[in-house]
C-alpha cells in the first residue's frame, strides 16, 4: 500500500529489512493504537502556524518515520509504555518536524534527516511546550 520505489543499495535493504522486521515483532507484540490521555490530545492544535499532531497507531509513526528519514518508529514501545511522547509538527498540512517529550521536558526536537529545526521555528515549538505541555502535570 504505501511501497515507495527507491534505488537499491546496502543501506536502503538493511533499513527495509530492519522496518519490516520491527512492524513484523511489534504487531505480534502490542497494540497497534498508541493511548494517550485528554490532556496529551489536547495539545494537538494549532499553535502560530504549526500543527502539533500525536501518531495514533504504531503505522502512522512508522509512515511518519519514512517521511522524515529518521528513526522514530524505533520509539513505539516507549509511547505505549507511556515513558516517551512524540508529536508530528505540521505545516501547511505536511509532516515538517517530529519532537519528543519525555518526562515534560522538550528532549528532542528534529527536522528531516535528524537536521536541526530552523532557529523561528524551534521558537514556537518551545513556545508551545512551555505555554501548553506544563499543564499536564
Known amino acids: ?12 535493504i538493511h533499513d527495509e529489512v530492519v522496518r519490516v522486521s520491527h512492524l513484523a515483532s511489534y504487531s505480534l507484540a502490542n497494540s497497534e493504537e498508541f493511548e494517550y490521555s485528554k490532556e496529551e490530545f489536547d495539545l494537538c492544535k494549532y499553535f502560530e502556524y504549526l500543527e502539533f499532531r500525536l501518531p495514533k497507531t504504531v503505522y502512522q509513526l512508522d509512515f ?14 516507549m509511547i505505549h509504555n507511556k515513558q516517551t511522547i512524540i508529536y508530528g509538527v ?4 505536511a509532516l515538517v518536524y517530529a519532537v519528543e517529550i519525555k ?3 522538550l528532549v528532542q526536537a528534529k527536522a528531516m534527516c535528524n537536521k536541526p529545526i530552523p532557529l523561528e521555528d524551534m521558537i514556537i515549538i518551545k513556545k508551545w511546550k512551555a505555554s501548553r505541555y506544563e499543564k499536564i502535570i
Open 103 to 105: 518526562n515534560n521536558k
Open 90 to 93: 505540521f505545516k501547511n498540512d
Open 64 to 77: 511518519w518515520s519514512k517521511l522524515l528519514h529518521n528513526c522514530m518508529f524505533g520509539y513505539s514501545h
Open 1 to 12: 500500500k504505501y511501497f515507495t520505489k527507491v534505488k537499491l543499495t546496502p543501506k536502503n
